[in-house]
Each structure stands twice: as C-alpha cells, then as structure tokens.
C-alpha cells in the first residue's frame, strides 16, 4: 500500500494507491480538505477545511474565530499566531490539518496513514521543506520522499506521455507556479530542468480584490485600500474575489457585494474587466514556462506537450495566450480534473521500488584546473550522515570559493565562500550531504582559521531521474 500527500496552498488531498487499486483521500464532500484552519480564540478549539473555510464568510464580524487561509505560504513564512493567550506556530496548524488528512481513511474502514511521499514546490527551501516534515512527524506521517509538484503531477500523466519525447508540466495552484521540463524515455522520466515561482491564485484574488475596491471607490467615496481592511475584512474579499475569478470564467458578468467603510456595495464585475486586470500576470506566467524550456536548452519544437494542472490553469485567459503564443500553440493540454494529481503521482512514486528516484546527473565540484571532481552519484540515495572532504589552496586568496555542479547545466548549483587566510596550500574542511530532504548541503572551513571560518549553503535546485514501474492504472 502506498501514499501520496499533496499539501496544496488552497486545497490538501490524499491519495492511496493498493494492488492495482486508487483511493482519492479528501473529506466528507469526496473533494480535497481546504487548507484553512480556524481557531477559537474562547476555547481553543481548532477546525480545519471546509468547516474553517465556511467561517470566512459566516462569522468575520462575530470575532470569535482567528481563520487561517492558505497555510502552506504562512509555513513557508513560518508565522505564528496568538490566540487566546496561546501561540499557535505554522508548524502547529499545519500538522492539524496533515492529521485530518491521515486520518480520513478511517472513516471507510481503513487504517490511517502513518507514512507517505509529499509533493513539495519546486524552490520551497530546505527550512520550509524541514517544518514540513516536522509537521508531518507531529500528525504521526513519516515521509518516505518529497518530490516536485510538478513532476508528481507529470508522473500520474506518464501514460499520456508514453509515445513522446520531450513535455513540460504546469501546475498553476493557489500559491505556486511550478514547472518540471522532462525527458521521456519509456518509463523513466528525467527532469531536465524545474523552477518555481510565488505567483498564483492567491496573487490573482489580490488584483480583483483591489479592482472590486476600486469599483466602489468609484461608486461611493470613503472606501478604504485594501490594506486598510481589517483582517477579517480582507479575507472575506478575497474569498468574494476568489469566487468572481472562478465564476467568470464561464459567466460574462458576476455581481458582487461586499460591506467596507461601514456600508454595503453591489458591483457587476465584468469578464472583460478581470480579464484585463489578470492579463499581466498571466503572462508572466507563461514568459516564466518559455524561461524554463530555454533552461533546459531544449528548442521549442522538441517540446512535444505541456500539461495544464494545477486549479489555476484552468482561467480561460491562459488557454487563450498559450494558443496565440507560436511556441506553445496546439502544444497543451489540460488533462483532466487536477484536484487529486499531485497526491496521485506522489503516491505512484511512494510505491515504486528502492532506488527508483535517483539524481539525474551526478554532483561534482569544480576545481581550479577547470576539471570537475565528482561528489555524489546519480544513484546516491539520502545520506544519513556529512560526507568529509579535504581539499587545499592553490591561489593565495582570503576567501576560497567552492562552486558545485549537477550535469553540465550552465548555472551552478551552489556556491560557498570560505573565508581563508591566504596562502599556498592552504588546508580546508569540506563537509556535504544529499540530505533526507532531497536537498544538497555544503559546510566548510578552513584549517587555519579554524570555527569563524565555518560557512554552509544548501540548495533544493536538484533535477531527479524516476524509474517507474509500468502503467497500474
Ligand atoms: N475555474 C477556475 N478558474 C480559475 N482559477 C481557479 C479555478 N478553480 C480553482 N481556481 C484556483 O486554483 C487555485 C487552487 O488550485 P490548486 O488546488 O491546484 O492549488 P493548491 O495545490 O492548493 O496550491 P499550490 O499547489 O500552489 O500550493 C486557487 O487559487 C483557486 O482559486
Ligand atoms: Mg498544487
């Protein structure tokens, strides 16, 4: 039996793969548990999903509940909360709602989940990925792997990709923008190139949140900046705002109302409005899809698909820019309803066997004659301890600059400037890791200068190589 967690910005699945069989995890509506969670600041109690969500709406003015909306970018930004005399970390409220989800196949007769692959962004840093799993380990889930979003995503799709070459994966959520470049090769897929940005849904509710403002500005005066709002007031726009982008997708106009500066405002928003407004960073978005083809140094007629995923993929906007864009025209396809992708593929991966996620090139360091000293090999797994290595001087410099490469890709991979003393054949201690958290970490220093000269950076910009076992449906 295997596991994938998606712990989306906006919404957290499950999934569970079993003998050929799939279980989509979500809560009593059969859809993804919203990633909100509410705390009464009275009696302490704790809601999560749905029922937390529903408080947006229903009780901003009661004040008796502090509601926590999109988790995973408060996680990221590892703020706390003071409720009621109690702190309340990120850590805390996510580890509530990774608990809901492992507990939810309870409900159907099943056991809970108690050990899982989690779908991760593709640039969420060492720290954030590190609080994660910390908050996975508090909701009683040992993570068996982080992966990519968007290569979890492209791992469930891997049927779709069979007879191709080349895809890239676009999974446009709630609060990332991730993208994977993949290499197709029977059943092994290999990242070419994977990058991520923090522009998504939530950054589009914010434009039509303070479009909506500025209809009623114009309407009535004394309407406050949406930064003014107090914050019940923001989240409830947002929610209206969230729901205006959803509905006018389909729908040419949407009528909204909402109460600032002590009154009541109706305004018909139209589609060509929010449209306008949103178009900027739709193409941003798609600009950020070409950068990543280019990265991978693939030409654009070697990409044989990109797959839309993600909730936000689905603004008719992008399907329209990506069809106007001769790079991507007739070159994309939204594969079927995205909730559960992420969680699918993560828990597909969860299944395969030791050894089936392996560093698509090795990691090697260069050194001063131009040539490249390998460090960890495409099948190195996780390390549970630093490996050492000992290297000396040959420039008289006061900072000795150690620069890492995976493959041959133009951008290194990491640099760490240990300061030096400054002369021939100066000794430094090198420490690296392929960390539990899939991420590669440096530490060095130098022998003469002794602990202050003790300097670490760590990346999570690996690409992956997965060996998949043929198609289970
Ligand atoms: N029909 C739609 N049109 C536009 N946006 C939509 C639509 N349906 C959902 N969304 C948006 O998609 C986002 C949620 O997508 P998704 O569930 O994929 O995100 P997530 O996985 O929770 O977030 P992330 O992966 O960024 O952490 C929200 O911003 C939501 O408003
Ligand atoms: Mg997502």
Redesign the pocket.
């Given at each position: 039996m295997s596991f994938g967690i998606?712990f989306?910005?906006?919404?957290t699945a499950g999934f569970r793969c079993a003998g050929g069989l799939t279980e989509e995890i979500g809560d009593e509506t059969r859809h993804?548990i919203p990633?909100v969670v509410a705390i009464n600041k009275f009696t302490g109690e704790v809601e999560v999903g749905r029922n937390a969500r529903k408080r947006i709406s229903l009780e901003e003015e009661d004040g008796s509940w502090v509601v926590v909306r999109s988790l995973?970018r408060e996680l990221t930004r590892n703020t706390q909360w003071n409720v009621g005399g109690r702190v309340y970390t990120a850590v805390d409220l996510t580890a509530e709602l990774l608990r809901k989800i492992a507990s939810r196949p309870i409900a159907w007769g099943g056991s809970r989940i108690s050990k899982a692959t989690l779908g991760v962004?593709v640039r969420m840093s060492p720290t954030a990925r590190r609080r994660l799993k910390k908050a996975a380990s508090m909701a009683g889930i040992e993570v068996s792997a982080v992966l990519k979003?968007s290569t979890a995503a492209c791992i469930k799709y891997r049927a779709l990709l069979a007879n191709l070459q080349h895809a890239a994966v676009f999974?446009w959520?709630?609060?990332?923008l991730?993208i994977s470049v993949i290499r197709v090769e029977g059943t092994e897929l290999t990242e070419l190139w994977s990058d991520g940005r923090d522009l998504?849904?939530?950054d589009?509710?914010l434009v039509i949140a303070r479009y909506i403002l500025s209809r009623c500005r114009e309407a009535s005066d004394g309407v406050p900046e949406f930064d003014q709002l107090t914050k019940p007031q923001q989240l409830r726009l947002l929610y209206e705002a969230?729901r205006a982008?959803?509905v006018l997708?389909n729908d040419p106009e949407h009528e909204v109302f909402i109460e600032v500066g002590g009154k009541g405002h109706a305004v018909t928003i139209r589609q060509t409005d929010i449209e306008r407004e949103l178009r900027p960073w739709v193409r941003e978005a798609v600009e950020f899809l070409g950068g990543c083809i280019e990265q991978s140094r693939l030409a654009f007629d070697e990409l044989d698909l990109v797959l839309l995923v993600?909730?936000?993929s689905?603004?008719p906007l992008l399907s329209r820019m990506l069809d106007a864009d001769p790079r991507f025209q007739g070159r994309f396809e939204q594969p079927g309803i995205?909730?559960w992708d992420?969680a699918h593929g993560a828990a597909i991966l969860d299944g395969a066997p030791d050894g089936a996620y392996v560093l698509s090139d090795p990691i090697s360091l260069l050194l001063a004659d131009g040539s490249e000293f390998p460090l960890v090999e495409t099948g190195a797994q996780p390390m549970s301890s630093v490996k050492p290595l000992c290297l000396s001087l040959v420039d008289n410099n006061e900072s000795a600059n150690l620069i890492f490469r995976q493959g041959s890709t133009e951008k290194p991979l990491l640099y760490v400037a240990v300061p030096a003393l400054g002369f021939d054949e100066e000794e430094l201690r090198v420490e690296y890791q392929l960390t539990e958290e899939w991420t590669f970490r440096v530490e060095g220093r130098s022998a003469s200068l002794g602990e202050r000269s003790r300097t670490s950076n760590e990346t999570e910009e690996l690409q992956f190589r997965y060996v998949l076992p043929v198609i289970d449906g």
């Amino acid at each position: 039996m295997s596991f994938g967690i998606d712990f989306g910005t906006t919404n957290t699945a499950g999934f569970r793969c079993a003998g050929g069989l799939t279980e989509e995890i979500g809560d009593e509506t059969r859809h993804p548990i919203p990633s909100v969670v509410a705390i009464n600041k009275f009696t302490g109690e704790v809601e999560v999903g749905r029922n937390a969500r529903k408080r947006i709406s229903l009780e901003e003015e009661d004040g008796s509940w502090v509601v926590v909306r999109s988790l995973k970018r408060e996680l990221t930004r590892n703020t706390q909360w003071n409720v009621g005399g109690r702190v309340y970390t990120a850590v805390d409220l996510t580890a509530e709602l990774l608990r809901k989800i492992a507990s939810r196949p309870i409900a159907w007769g099943g056991s809970r989940i108690s050990k899982a692959t989690l779908g991760v962004p593709v640039r969420m840093s060492p720290t954030a990925r590190r609080r994660l799993k910390k908050a996975a380990s508090m909701a009683g889930i040992e993570v068996s792997a982080v992966l990519k979003e968007s290569t979890a995503a492209c791992i469930k799709y891997r049927a779709l990709l069979a007879n191709l070459q080349h895809a890239a994966v676009f999974d446009w959520g709630g609060g990332t923008l991730d993208i994977s470049v993949i290499r197709v090769e029977g059943t092994e897929l290999t990242e070419l190139w994977s990058d991520g940005r923090d522009l998504a849904g939530d950054d589009l509710d914010l434009v039509i949140a303070r479009y909506i403002l500025s209809r009623c500005r114009e309407a009535s005066d004394g309407v406050p900046e949406f930064d003014q709002l107090t914050k019940p007031q923001q989240l409830r726009l947002l929610y209206e705002a969230e729901r205006a982008k959803q509905v006018l997708g389909n729908d040419p106009e949407h009528e909204v109302f909402i109460e600032v500066g002590g009154k009541g405002h109706a305004v018909t928003i139209r589609q060509t409005d929010i449209e306008r407004e949103l178009r900027p960073w739709v193409r941003e978005a798609v600009e950020f899809l070409g950068g990543c083809i280019e990265q991978s140094r693939l030409a654009f007629d070697e990409l044989d698909l990109v797959l839309l995923v993600g909730g936000s993929s689905q603004l008719p906007l992008l399907s329209r820019m990506l069809d106007a864009d001769p790079r991507f025209q007739g070159r994309f396809e939204q594969p079927g309803i995205p909730e559960w992708d992420v969680a699918h593929g993560a828990a597909i991966l969860d299944g395969a066997p030791d050894g089936a996620y392996v560093l698509s090139d090795p990691i090697s360091l260069l050194l001063a004659d131009g040539s490249e000293f390998p460090l960890v090999e495409t099948g190195a797994q996780p390390m549970s301890s630093v490996k050492p290595l000992c290297l000396s001087l040959v420039d008289n410099n006061e900072s000795a600059n150690l620069i890492f490469r995976q493959g041959s890709t133009e951008k290194p991979l990491l640099y760490v400037a240990v300061p030096a003393l400054g002369f021939d054949e100066e000794e430094l201690r090198v420490e690296y890791q392929l960390t539990e958290e899939w991420t590669f970490r440096v530490e060095g220093r130098s022998a003469s200068l002794g602990e202050r000269s003790r300097t670490s950076n760590e990346t999570e910009e690996l690409q992956f190589r997965y060996v998949l076992p043929v198609i289970d449906g």
